[in-house]
């Protein structure tokens, strides 16, 4: 296993920042929610009286990386759904705000980014709403149903693993050992020239999205996103080791993910990976879907509006 995680970790220490959009502008009919944050906003659609779910966006992206996914829910006969899309602040031209980073030493984005959905879900009275979260949102979606069991109905993981520190270390790694390897990336992307850090992402972000057509609004939402908020986040994905909470969900889970962009990492690879980091929750799904990158709403849009249907619809 330790070369599976080896091999890994060089896939996955190259993402500084994962911004992107489907290509569609805002729509200038949805509207923001009645809610004070200096972490989140967030963007309501769809029918008001409808069913809710939440869609949360991964590192440096923009709430619009969900705009098909809205579309095809808003098109579905005899089902009404609320949708509440959440914008991270520092991440696609958001100002910083709260996650901000003012200091020296990395602060949590994530973390308290999951507080504050809970606290939406809790002060707007959603009743067990469906969670989606892609990538570092997979991340926030864990968290939140982990330590608010309560407030989530469904949950739904996109290409993300609980912890990714794994791929960063030795077997036996905990988010203690694996720090001072986040410690020395957060120090390298926060501090990196602005030009060398656009190109590490514009390589990053090319490999994660196959569909040619879709790159390059996810580089603009890169580049509009603070540097050092993405590296605070980066970092804290790597130091964060969320396996010992799994067996708190109680949310009916599914997970979705893609073989490892490498030539190295076989689709067993990958499904052994995935099955290891998820055994603490033995309830969860483990659906892999083919031919495509990170970005599975992009490259399989229809594999994956067929999974997010089947699982919400499920029993």
């Given amino acids: 296993m330790l070369r599976l995680f080896a091999i890994a970790a060089a896939i996955l220490a190259a993402p500084v920042a994962a911004g992107a959009q489907d290509g ?59 949708i509440h899309r959440i914008q991270v602040d520092g991440f696609a031209g958001a100002p910083p705000a709260g996650n901000a980073q003012t200091g020296t030493a990395p602060t949590p984005v994530a973390a308290p980014v999951a507080e504050e959905i809970a606290r939406y879900i809790r002060e707007q009275g959603l009743t067990r709403p469906a969670v989606v979260g892609h990538s570092m949102g997979g991340t926030i979606g864990l968290m939140l149903a982990a330590r608010h069991p309560d407030r989530v109905g469904r949950l739904m993981v996109v290409d993300m693993v609980p912890f990714m520190g794994a791929m960063f270390s030795a077997p036996g790694a905990t988010a203690e ?95 052994a990976i995935y099955q290891a980091s998820y055994a603490g929750l033995p309830g969860a799904t ?9 970005f599975i709403m992009f490259d399989q849009p229809r594999a994956f509006y067929d999974a997010l249907d089947a699982f919400l619809s499920a029993k």
């Avoid at 989140?40 to 409808?50: E, F, K, P, T």
């Avoid at 990386?65 to 089902?79: N, R």
């Avoid at 020395?184 to 020239?193: F, G, T, V």
């Avoid at 483990?286 to 990170?294: E, G, P, T, V, W």
Wanted: charged share 25%; hydrophobic share 40%.
């Fill in 286 to 294: 483990l659906k892999r879907i083919d031919d495509s990158a990170h």
């Fill in 177 to 271: 050992t694996v720090a001072p390897v986040a410690d020395q990336i957060w120090a390298a992307q926060s501090n990196s020239p602005r030009d060398a850090y656009v190109a590490q992402a514009t390589a990053s972000i090319t490999g994660m999205i196959n569909t040619e057509s879709r790159r390059e609004l996810a580089l603009q939402n890169m580049r509009d996103s603070d540097q050092k908020v993405s590296a605070a986040a980066f970092r804290e994905l790597i130091a964060t080791d969320l396996r010992p909470e799994l067996s708190r969900i109680t949310a009916p889970t599914e997970v979705l993910y893609v073989k490892f962009n490498d030539p190295r990492m076989t689709p067993q690879i990958t499904d």
């Fill in 24 to 82: 569609h502008a805002t729509h200038p009919e949805h509207g923001h929610a009645a809610f004070q944050s200096d972490r989140i906003r967030v963007a309501v659609d769809g029918d008001m009286d409808g069913r809710d779910i939440i869609l949360i966006p991964g590192l440096s992206s923009s709430p619009e990386i969900w705009q098909g996914t809205v579309d095809h829910l808003a098109a579905q006969d005899g089902v009404g759904w609320r």
